[in-house]
């Protein structure tokens, strides 16, 4: 029961981070990782993506009933972002991340700089481009993204909220809302591979589903009723907070 407890109450504070800007793994992973530290790494990545899904679902449709939603653009980004998951999976495979666990940090801090030093991105939802423009740069970000998920993950969701931010001139609530529909597609894509391998425990997965979508419903409601400059403070504090874990991991971490 304690166990139960401790995966759930993560799940739930997870959902809430996740619903706002992304980086719900940065707070569930580790506590998977913690709680069962002899489980092997594949099944306790796919009872996070099991709980994980539905929280992002969750989200993508609160978003939808209140935020504009440009689906045009959209679809064929998730549809990218699903198939770019996949092959990052299989790339994972064959070729080690370590080079990437090394460079992370670094990125993150770039991004962090960046955000920092233009006050006013993401403040404004401009959208400079429209139609297939639009949708074809969505379509890039969801597969690179989508890749980037697969074969490695942290902080996958405040990579399309940045993205989504500097290339396609939205507003950090918009950004978040979108990137919602993209980490639903890559998190079923990761699922379904985890599920056919057997890597999941679904007594914990479907408990911690239940906590996801709590912790997303709040996440979710608050971002909508405090706007685009809180989306942004949190933003700040979740890629700082991935700067230090994954700065940790690939440098201190022996």
Not at 96 to 112: D, M, S, Y
Not at 170 to 186: G, R
């Amino acid at each position: 029961m304690l166990e139960f407890a401790v995966v759930t109450v993560a799940s739930l504070f997870a959902g809430f981070v996740d619903a706002i800007v992304g980086g719900g793994g940065l707070i569930l992973v580790p506590a998977l990782f913690g709680t069962f530290p002899s489980a092997a790494p594949a099944t306790l990545f796919g009872t996070n993506k099991g709980a994980a899904v539905w929280g992002t679902a969750w989200a993508t449709v609160q978003y939808a009933r209140r935020v504009e939603m440009v689906w045009s653009a959209l679809v064929p980004a998730a549809v990218a972002a699903l198939v770019g998951s996949a092959l990052g999976a299989w790339t994972v495979t064959v070729v080690p991340p370590e080079g990437l666990r090394k460079a992370l940090p670094l990125i993150l801090l770039g991004v962090l700089l960046y955000t920092l030093a233009k006050k006013d991105l993401g403040r404004e939802h401009t959208r400079p481009f429209r139609g297939r423009a639009e949708a074809w740069i969505a379509s890039a970000i969801g597969l690179v993204i989508g890749f980037y998920d697969g074969f490695f993950g942290p902080g996958t969701g405040s990579f399309f909220v940045f993205l989504f931010v500097r290339l396609l001139g939205y507003d950090f609530l918009h950004a978040s809302a979108s990137a919602k529909l993209l980490n639903t597609a890559t998190n079923l894509s990761a699922l379904a591979l985890f599920i056919a391998k057997g890597h999941i425990w679904w007594h914990y997965a479907l408990a911690m589903a239940v906590a996801n979508v709590a912790g997303s419903l709040l996440g979710t409601r608050l971002a909508l009723k405090h706007g685009t400059g809180f989306v942004r403070g949190v933003f700040l504090l979740v890629v700082g907070a991935l700067i230090l874990k994954t700065g940790y991991d690939a440098f201190l971490l022996t």
